[in-house]
């Protein structure tokens, strides 16, 4: 195996665009708990640093109402709502404990799902979607008996 060229790696952060940061950021300290923290004030847009507590940054930027680049995949030409196409599907990844109450908490807000199992049984997945149509997942390993 080749070494890498880059050493010392770990995820920094990842950045959503979008033209409300605000409903943004509230639903992502709602659903999984990031605080937000000291984000830079950038003179030609608006941004939102989120942190979730040993895990990585997500960075709520601005959209530019000027770029012709989709906000979502739900504003894409041919608009998919459907959460079942996110397990092939640009999305990112949570590990949750609480699969079940976390399932129900997403339901009593409207939030459809699709929830699966990896093919050995040994984790459960649920898709779903974020306001701005940017796809989300959340698993759960299996206790093994």
């Known amino acids: 195996m080749a070494a890498s060229v880059a050493t010392g790696v770990s995820l920094n952060h990842i950045s959503r665009e979008s033209s409300d940061i ?25 941004v939102i640093w989120l942190n979730l507590s040993s895990a990585f940054q997500l960075h709520l930027i601005e959209r530019n109402p000027s770029n012709n680049l989709p906000e979502g995949p739900w504003s894409a030409t041919a608009p998919v709502v459907d959460p079942s196409h996110l397990p092939r599907g640009h999305h990112i990844c949570f590990t949750v404990s609480n699969f079940e109450s976390f399932l129900q908490s997403l339901k009593e807000k409207g939030i459809e799902t699709f929830q699966r199992s990896l093919p050995d049984g040994k984790v ?16 759960c390993p299996v206790p093994q008996q």
């Open 124 to 139: 459960n997945q649920a898709f779903f979607f974020d306001p701005d149509g940017n796809g989300l997942e959340v698993a």
């Open 22 to 46: 605000r409903r943004l950021a509230n639903f992502y300290k709602e659903i999984f708990g990031f605080e937000e923290i000291e984000s830079p004030n950038f003179l030609e847009f608006k």
